[in-house]
């Protein structure tokens, strides 16, 4: 099956700095990377679709100046949590897009909790 | 309405019951469904994938499609204590350009 892969799984950071996430496809090439964020007992929340080699697509009320995405290649998409502050801390998950045909499958990364003090 | 609905539960069923959990969707032309099983703490995992009408077996899980009533359900049999988890309904919409949409998932409980 697809897997993918993010690192780090668990990150601790003081308020105002920055965090980087990475997210790879390592079996499949991914056309489509997204990013979604998840509060405790809450649902799903995307934040933004990257594209390879273009700019991401920002979900209505997500800063794209503090959520930095990048998705140089295929297999890599990369979200930076700028200037971080405690109400960032979530728990990140990623997806890649594994097209076959007509049809899109997503496949998650296992998910980065992000703490920040 | 929301684009993918789910009851939130808790539903709960005893070990060795059939589990059934359902989703609705409003974008009509919407030709992808998938079912994901998300584990407190951790991301969630594909289970099922259907876009014909009818079922879909794969093991203890069998995925049902209505289009015409726009209905996808998700049924479990010999539930296990170990599926205890929220089951996420996910449809790829035409409305919202094709991407996929998620509901707000159902959690589940099964009681040994």
């Known amino acids: 099956g697809a897997v993918v892969s993010q690192h780090p799984s668990w990150v601790i950071c003081k308020s105002g700095t920055s965090v980087k996430i990475e997210c790879r496809s390592l079996?499949?090439?991914?056309?489509?990377m997204f990013w979604y964020r998840q509060f405790p007992k809450q649902s799903l929340m995307l934040m933004a679709t990257?594209?390879?080699?273009?700019?991401?697509?920002?979900e209505q009320g997500v800063e794209k100046d503090k959520f930095l995405i990048n998705h140089a290649s295929l297999t890599l998409s990369t979200l930076t949590v700028t200037s971080a502050h405690p109400e960032d801390s979530s728990f990140y998950i990623c997806?890649?897009?594994?097209?076959?045909?007509?049809?899109?499958?997503?496949?998650f990364g296992p998910g980065t909790r992000l703490t920040v003090l | 309405q929301k684009e993918v609905e789910q009851n939130s539960g808790p539903l709960s069923v005893p070990e060795g019951a059939i589990a059934s959990l359902n989703c609705t969707y409003s974008?009509?032309?919407?030709?992808?469904f998938f079912w994901y099983r998300q584990y407190s703490g951790k991301s969630p995992e594909l289970i099922m994938s259907?876009?014909?009408?009818g079922d879909k077996e794969d093991g203890r899980f069998t995925a049902q499609l209505n289009k015409a009533s726009q209905y996808v359900s998700l049924l479990i049999r010999d539930s296990q204590p170990s599926d205890s988890a929220t089951y996420l309904c996910?449809?790829?919409?035409?409305?919202?350009?094709?991407?996929?949409?998620f509901g707000p998932g159902t959690r589940l409980s099964v009681l040994p």
């Open positions: 997806s890649a897009g594994d097209r076959r045909g007509i049809t899109d499958t997503q496949y």
């Open positions: 079996d499949f090439q991914a056309t489509t």
């Open positions: 990257s594209n390879e080699g273009s700019k991401a697509t920002y």
């Open positions: 974008d009509r032309g919407s030709q992808s």
């Open positions: 259907i876009y014909s009408n």
């Open positions: 996910a449809v790829i919409s035409l409305d919202y350009g094709q991407n996929f949409v």
